[in-house]
Each structure stands twice: as structure tokens, then as C-alpha cells.
């Protein structure tokens, strides 16, 4: 079963970069069973999909995000990451990432939290 691990910093300035990167284990980020998505939960709101990166490599994301977001992967090390620009306030959410198969998110990681504050 695919387990995934998120990690990264949780705190975060205004106007930086956030960076967050997922491992899996027990699955490569290369087979054609999944996609590997980022999700997150702000404070007392719903899920919000951010984007994906295929097994190819090939990456969409939420046109919320107005282009802040960028997924990337490290095939040697079984992990993708998240980089989110220009941070503000309303950034500050429970992210996660997850798998995705057949429109489906399968497994989740427990998740992290992180605060845009100065």
C-alpha cells in the first residue's frame, strides 16, 4: 500500500516561497497507477485541489493559484514537491498530498501545517 509523508516548514513570511515536499513509500511516483496530487484545507474552509504532477511528469494546476504554484519530482528520491510564490495570509491551510487513481484520492498523507505570518 502507497504511504506518503509530507514535510517542510511551518512557518512562512509573507511574500516568500513556500516548499513542501511529499515521500512515498510502497510505490514509485513512476508507475501509470497513480497521480500525485497537493490538496489543502484552510482554517474553517473546504478542500482545495492545487495541482498534480502525472507519472510522466507532466503537471496541472488549479487556475486558482493564478500560476504561484509549481510541482516538481525527484524520481531518484520517490518524491514530488510543492513550491507556492508570493505567499499571503489567506495561504495558510493543512496541506496534503495524495494519490489519485480513476478520479479518486486513495491515499492521503496526515498532512501539515502551515502558517503565512511575518
Known amino acids: 500500500q502507497v504511504q506518503l509523508q509530507e514535510s517542510g516548514p511551518g512557518l512562512v513570511k509573507p511574500s516568500q516561497t513556500l516548499s513542501l515536499t511529499c515521500t512515498v513509500s510502497?510505490?514509485?511516483?513512476?508507475?501509470?497507477?497513480?497521480?500525485w496530487n497537493w490538496i489543502r484545507q484552510p482554517p474553517g474552509k473546504g478542500l482545495e485541489w492545487m495541482g498534480v504532477i502525472a507519472y510522466d511528469g507532466s503537471t496541472y494546476y488549479s487556475p486558482l493559484l493564478k500560476s504561484r504554484a509549481s510541482i516538481s519530482r525527484d524520481t531518484s528520491k520517490n518524491q514530488f514537491s510543492l513550491q507556492l510564490s508570493s505567499v499571503t495570509p489567506e495561504d495558510t491551510a493543512v496541506y496534503y498530498c495524495a494519490t489519485e487513481s480513476g478520479d479518486c484520492f486513495g491515499s492521503w498523507g496526515q498532512g501539515t501545517q502551515v502558517t503565512v505570518s511575518s
Open positions: 510502497g510505490g514509485s511516483i513512476t508507475t501509470s497507477d497513480y497521480a
